[in-house]
């Protein structure tokens, strides 16, 4: 069970906008650590989409977005392309548990 | 360019022990907290163990303490992981991970993993 709750699945059809959930609690996102994602494509290792909460790394296409409020943050994908479709992670750090992650949400490109 | 390169396949039977390295290049390995990640087959994320950049602060997860042990080597650029006492469910990828430079505590640079297969 992770400590962060991501839905396990999302899809949405080429061009759409999609959002993915990360849910923590007042040990982690709550307590104002910040939230950061991961793409994992089939096969590869996980790589850092957004850092700091909303935060770009060069080389991330600026159709990937993220925001946090409260114990919760969230990762929007718009003009979905089929090259889209992976895992994605969300991960922060909690003042029991260290480094904590969410279970993951499979994006599927329709 | 920047690269985290962890030693290959490893098959041991349970109960027998490993040790995992992590080869860095392209950085300044000394100045970097590092971390051992690992994803069973279909499963999730899981971080496992960190280590400062002096070794002078080391932090386990629950579900390997008192069985595995991280530790580096800065003069050669190197991350181990020891781990003993092996269980079927410590098969998995296994990521070296690098951890950003700064207060803000996210993994910006990963290894591509080594599998680790716990089976008789």
């Known amino acids: 069970q992770a400590v962060l709750t991501q839905p396990p699945s999302v899809s949405g059809a080429p061009g759409q906008r999609v959002t993915i959930s990360c849910t923590g609690s007042s040990s982690n996102i709550g307590t104002g650590h910040d939230v950061h994602w991961y793409q994992q494509l089939p096969g590869a290792a996980p790589k850092l989409l957004i850092y700091g909460n909303n935060n770009r790394p060069s080389g991330v296409p600026d159709r990937f977005s993220g925001s946090k409020s409260g114990t919760s943050a969230s990762l929007a994908i718009t003009g979905l392309q089929a090259e889209d479709e992976a895992d994605y992670y969300c991960?922060?750090?909690?003042?029991?548990?260290?480094?904590?992650f969410g279970g993951g949400t499979r994006l599927t490109v329709l | 360019e920047e690269h985290l390169v962890e030693s290959g396949e490893h098959l041991v039977k349970p109960g027998g022990s490993l040790r995992l390295s992590c080869a860095a290049s392209g950085f300044t390995f000394s100045n970097y907290y590092m971390h051992w990640v690992r994803q069973a087959p279909g499963k999730g994320l899981e971080w496992v163990s960190s280590i400062s950049a002096s070794s002078t602060y080391i932090n386990v997860a629950d579900s390997v303490k008192g069985r595995f042990t991280i530790s580096r080597h800065n003069a050669n650029s190197s991350l181990f992981l020891q781990m003993n006492s092996l269980r079927a469910e410590d098969s998995a990828m296994y990521y070296c991970?690098?951890?950003?430079?700064?207060?803000?505590?996210?993994?910006?640079?990963w290894g591509r993993g080594t599998l680790v297969t716990v089976s008789a």
């Open positions: 991970a690098r951890m950003s430079f700064g207060n803000i505590w996210y993994f910006d640079l």
């Open positions: 991960q922060s750090y909690d003042s029991g548990l260290e480094w904590v």
